[in-house]
Protein backbone atom coordinates (compact mmCIF):
# COMPACT_ATOMS: atom_id res chain seq x y z
CA UNK A 1 0.00 0.00 0.00
CA UNK A 2 1.26 3.13 -0.76
CA UNK A 3 1.62 6.44 2.02
CA UNK A 4 -1.30 9.41 1.63
CA UNK A 5 0.05 12.04 -0.28
CA UNK A 6 2.18 14.69 1.87
CA UNK A 7 0.21 18.11 2.17
CA UNK A 8 0.27 21.23 3.77
CA UNK A 9 -1.63 24.83 4.44
CA UNK A 10 1.19 26.38 1.71
CA UNK A 11 0.66 23.23 -0.55
CA UNK A 12 -3.21 23.45 -0.09
CA UNK A 13 -3.23 27.34 -0.92
CA UNK A 14 -1.42 27.26 -4.55
CA UNK A 15 -3.12 24.30 -5.81
CA UNK A 16 -6.45 25.94 -5.24
CA UNK A 17 -4.96 29.39 -6.48
CA UNK A 18 -3.49 27.42 -9.65
CA UNK A 19 -6.91 25.30 -10.21
CA UNK A 20 -9.43 28.42 -9.43
CA UNK A 21 -8.05 30.36 -11.91
CA UNK A 22 -8.25 27.67 -14.40
CA UNK A 23 -10.78 28.72 -17.25
CA UNK A 24 -14.58 28.35 -16.34
CA UNK A 25 -13.83 27.25 -12.45
CA UNK A 26 -14.42 29.99 -10.46
CA UNK A 27 -17.49 30.80 -12.44
CA UNK A 28 -18.52 27.05 -11.74
CA UNK A 29 -17.18 27.67 -7.74
CA UNK A 30 -19.00 30.85 -7.47
CA UNK A 31 -22.40 28.82 -8.90
CA UNK A 32 -21.76 25.90 -6.46
CA UNK A 33 -21.36 28.38 -3.87
CA UNK A 34 -24.34 30.58 -4.60
CA UNK A 35 -26.97 28.64 -5.64
CA UNK A 36 -25.98 25.32 -3.13
CA UNK A 37 -24.24 26.75 -0.31
CA UNK A 38 -20.81 24.34 -1.42
CA UNK A 39 -17.59 24.85 0.83
CA UNK A 40 -15.55 26.15 -2.27
CA UNK A 41 -12.12 24.93 0.34
CA UNK A 42 -13.85 21.59 0.80
CA UNK A 43 -14.45 21.11 -3.18
CA UNK A 44 -11.03 22.46 -4.02
CA UNK A 45 -9.76 19.83 -1.43
CA UNK A 46 -11.67 17.16 -2.83
CA UNK A 47 -10.07 18.01 -5.98
CA UNK A 48 -6.90 17.48 -4.67
CA UNK A 49 -7.69 14.47 -3.48
CA UNK A 50 -8.88 13.67 -6.95
CA UNK A 51 -5.71 14.84 -8.98
CA UNK A 52 -3.55 13.10 -6.45
CA UNK A 53 -5.47 10.13 -7.02
CA UNK A 54 -6.22 10.16 -2.53
CA UNK A 55 -8.81 8.01 -1.79
CA UNK A 56 -10.98 9.35 0.88
CA UNK A 57 -13.00 7.62 3.41
CA UNK A 58 -16.44 8.06 5.24
CA UNK A 59 -14.35 8.88 8.56
CA UNK A 60 -12.33 11.88 6.35
CA UNK A 61 -15.61 13.48 5.02
CA UNK A 62 -16.90 13.11 8.64
CA UNK A 63 -13.92 14.70 10.16
CA UNK A 64 -13.80 17.38 6.77
CA UNK A 65 -17.47 18.31 7.44
CA UNK A 66 -17.00 19.08 11.23
CA UNK A 67 -13.79 21.09 10.56
CA UNK A 68 -15.76 23.32 7.63
CA UNK A 69 -18.78 23.72 9.89
CA UNK A 70 -16.76 25.52 12.97
CA UNK A 71 -15.30 28.32 10.71
CA UNK A 72 -17.84 28.23 7.73
CA UNK A 73 -20.46 30.89 9.57
CA UNK A 74 -17.81 33.13 10.52
CA UNK A 75 -16.71 33.17 6.38
CA UNK A 76 -20.45 33.41 5.24
CA UNK A 77 -20.79 36.20 7.16
CA UNK A 78 -18.15 38.12 6.56
CA UNK A 79 -18.53 37.65 2.42
CA UNK A 80 -21.80 39.05 2.88
CA UNK A 81 -20.68 42.36 4.85
CA UNK A 82 -18.02 41.94 1.68
CA UNK A 83 -20.54 41.72 -0.66
CA UNK A 84 -22.37 44.34 0.98
CA UNK A 85 -19.91 46.94 0.79
CA UNK A 86 -18.84 46.35 -2.64
CA UNK A 87 -18.20 49.87 -4.28
CA UNK A 88 -16.79 51.25 -1.13
CA UNK A 89 -13.49 51.78 0.20
CA UNK A 90 -13.66 49.09 2.65
CA UNK A 91 -14.17 46.58 -0.03
CA UNK A 92 -10.78 45.40 -0.86
CA UNK A 93 -10.03 45.73 3.30
CA UNK A 94 -12.25 43.26 3.77
CA UNK A 95 -11.68 40.75 0.35
CA UNK A 96 -8.67 40.42 1.88
CA UNK A 97 -9.51 39.78 5.38
CA UNK A 98 -12.37 37.06 3.37
CA UNK A 99 -8.97 35.49 2.08
CA UNK A 100 -7.56 35.03 5.02
CA UNK A 101 -10.55 33.43 6.67
CA UNK A 102 -10.40 31.00 3.49
CA UNK A 103 -6.49 30.27 4.40
CA UNK A 104 -7.38 29.66 8.00
CA UNK A 105 -10.35 27.09 7.03
CA UNK A 106 -8.11 25.48 4.29
CA UNK A 107 -5.47 24.97 7.16
CA UNK A 108 -7.91 23.49 9.36
CA UNK A 109 -9.14 21.00 6.36
CA UNK A 110 -5.08 19.94 6.07
CA UNK A 111 -4.65 19.42 9.85
CA UNK A 112 -7.77 17.60 9.26
CA UNK A 113 -6.29 15.44 6.81
CA UNK A 114 -3.15 15.32 8.62
CA UNK A 115 -4.57 13.85 11.47
CA UNK A 116 -7.04 11.13 9.61
CA UNK A 117 -4.30 10.12 7.73
CA UNK A 118 -2.09 9.12 10.72
CA UNK A 119 -4.76 7.55 12.68
CA UNK A 120 -6.02 5.27 9.83
CA UNK A 121 -5.80 3.60 6.40
CA UNK A 122 -6.81 6.41 3.81
CA UNK A 123 -8.01 3.16 1.75
CA UNK A 124 -11.64 4.18 0.83
CA UNK A 125 -13.87 5.80 -1.89
CA UNK A 126 -13.25 8.12 -4.92
CA UNK A 127 -10.86 6.30 -6.93
CA UNK A 128 -12.95 3.20 -7.69
CA UNK A 129 -16.16 5.34 -7.37
CA UNK A 130 -17.37 7.96 -10.47
CA UNK A 131 -15.78 11.04 -8.86
CA UNK A 132 -18.83 12.82 -10.16
CA UNK A 133 -21.31 11.11 -8.10
CA UNK A 134 -19.31 10.98 -5.40
CA UNK A 135 -18.65 14.76 -5.49
CA UNK A 136 -22.74 15.29 -5.80
CA UNK A 137 -23.21 12.47 -2.80
CA UNK A 138 -20.46 14.07 -0.92
CA UNK A 139 -21.68 18.15 -1.12
CA UNK A 140 -25.42 17.10 -1.08
CA UNK A 141 -26.11 18.36 -4.13
CA UNK A 142 -29.06 17.40 -6.58
CA UNK A 143 -27.87 14.72 -9.46
CA UNK A 144 -29.08 16.81 -12.35
CA UNK A 145 -27.65 18.49 -15.53
CA UNK A 146 -26.93 22.10 -13.80
CA UNK A 147 -24.71 20.50 -10.76
CA UNK A 148 -23.06 17.94 -13.19
CA UNK A 149 -22.20 20.28 -15.03
CA UNK A 150 -20.51 22.36 -12.64
CA UNK A 151 -18.85 19.90 -10.79
CA UNK A 152 -17.46 18.44 -14.06
CA UNK A 153 -15.99 21.68 -14.80
CA UNK A 154 -14.22 21.62 -11.66
CA UNK A 155 -12.43 18.24 -11.90
CA UNK A 156 -11.41 18.77 -15.42
CA UNK A 157 -10.18 22.09 -15.52
Not at 6 to 35: K, M, R
Not at 81 to 93: F, I, L, N
Not at 119 to 148: A, H, K, R, V, Y
Request: include cysteine; aromatic fraction near 8%.
Amino acid sequence: MTSAPELTPELFWQHSLQHYAQLGVADACLALQDNYQVNINLLLFYHWCYTVNQPVTRALRKALDEAVATSDPAIRQHRSRRRAAKGSSDYEALKQQELELEAAQQAELVATYQKIKGSESLNGMFNDSDPLICLLNWLGLPNNSETQDLIKTVLQA
